[in-house]
């Protein structure tokens, strides 16, 4: 299974869609491995810096509809690439969020107004998460303010996750 | 209670539910282009998994860049050609035989109402259009359709949108689905169906319908469903001919797939289509729609006529109408590209190809091309381009541009102007 507790990267913005996670125009590399210089790269963000913004981060907070846009498993990919195995955000566009999980990696929604309580406590400053796959809960720490929000995942999804994604539960399935 | 379509096309192909609310189904149709399916038969060779579920149900072309711009994409489609051929997978589309995957595939008569389609592109909703639960998946749901012919999905909730009215003249099948867009938002339809309904949608045809479906996913659809009816018969007779004794025997089967009149719906949306002008977006989403009179004067500098979204005959016969006897404005460039060679050799047959290059256009071969900014017209910094594709998102058709989204009259009448304008045949 994967890792999901790390450094937080807020992303402060709706709509973030697949080719603001990674242009069209990388999608001729066929190694999952050449994307990662390209994460994030045309991100509209007043202040990010994708250069600067996302080493050593391992876990994304958003807001609304994050990943919409094209089916393309590139945007999982280059998270993944990059060490990022979780996404948390208000909801998601459909495709990419089945892709997170066919990937083994997690797509987590929260109420709006949890992710605006960890946006107003915690987002401008170095912020850890960590994540009890088990009791299903994120605690969210910056040193001084230390918080527990629970989380919950289907059944499904928590399948594919510790199946390490889709291709291996369906090969064995059916 | 009743049934929606989808949910009629759900049980008649569901082959599992792995948990609550989750359903595997069984694929009538696997599509595969050269961008997102490479990586899938990579890591299928790799895992010793080099398979293909049945080679008459899939079916591959390459499209996105097309004939190969560099050693990479030649790569791409070299993966995809070897496979196709090594697993006889008969139905490929390979240079000078290829078209826009969401134009060729249903020209091929490979989409049939009732049937599931998936594809490694967010666009597969397109084939709805034929009454079909027809979804865009990441290449991960792709490998396991290639390799077991099922995916999973969550249990479908449907929107059905009722267009009643009648559209009114210069407005076109491209302005309404982004009139009902800009309604729903880019996410008011997610993990949805969109079931398209009433006097408009009936009266429309295929082309039409299929860039009305395409655009689902821009409002976040699973995918968008028209019903199936004599029109979706009639595209379709000449490839199921043998199989029914008559058109009205082919439309009685296909009727299993309507909704019943007690279907339970998320929502019921009634939207009346008279009151309809042109429309263009602004902005990087495409729910920021405006009409085109609120964006008249709007200078760009490339007007792009093509895709999944408009580059069937329909759209290049209407630009056509509104280019005849004109010249393109000598501040743009142009660019047509018809979906598939069928298309291209039609408009060729009825002189629109010549109206084209008479007015200044470039035509291209088919392909995705411009679309999503990897060939064929990729935008410099700073540029603007009226375009009758999907997406307008930042940095889309090339870093640093924008585009405005439209239909393929608003196009061609920007393409004389130089900047947004109304086609002639708009007189509201």
Redesign the interface.
Known sequence: MKNFSGKILFLDRS?I?T??II???Y????Q?EALIPYCLE?L?LPGFDPKRDVAGKAVIVTR??FG??????HA?WVLEYNNINLVIAV?????FR??MF??GCMAISLAEEVIDEIFSVFAGAEADCSTDLEKQTFTISNGKETKVYPFSI???DL?LVKAG???GY??K?? | MGKTVAQKIFDSHR??V?????S?LSLDRVFCHE??T??AI??LVS?G?DRVFDPTKIKAVID??SPAK?S??A??GK?LREWARRHEIKDFFDIGANGVCHAIFPEKGYVRPGYTVIM???H?CTHGAFGAFAA??????L??GI??G?C?FREPKTIKIQVNGSMPEGVYAKDLILTLIRDLT??GA??HVIEFAGPVISAMKMDERMTLCNMAIEA?G?CGICYPDMTTVEYLWPFIKDEFASKEAALEAYSAFLPDEDAEYARVIEFDANTMEPVATFG??PDQVKTVREMTGTPVNQIYIGSCTNGRLEDLRIAAKVLEGKKIHPNVRAIVSPATPLIYREALKEGIIAIFMDAGFCVTNPTCGAC???SNGVLASGEVCASTTN?N????MG?GGTVHLMSPATAAATAIAGEICNSPFFRG
């Open positions: 709509d869609n080719d603001e242009p069209a125009k999608l001729t590399e066929s999952k045309d509209v609304r509809n919409c846009g094209s089916s393309r498993e999982p909801n998601f566009a459909r495709i089945q892709n066919n990937c289907g059944a499904f399948e994604g889709w291709v369906a090969d399935k059916y | 082959v599992d792995p948990a609550e609310g989750v595997v961008i997102t490479p990586i990579n890591d895992r998994l996105h860049v560099d990479k994409t790569e791409q993966t490694g592109d967010s597969t865009g998946v990441g290449t991960t749901d490998e396991v390799l077991k099922v999973a880019v996410n997610t993990d976040g699973t990087n989403k999503l900014g990897m997406r998102f930042n940095g889309r870093k």
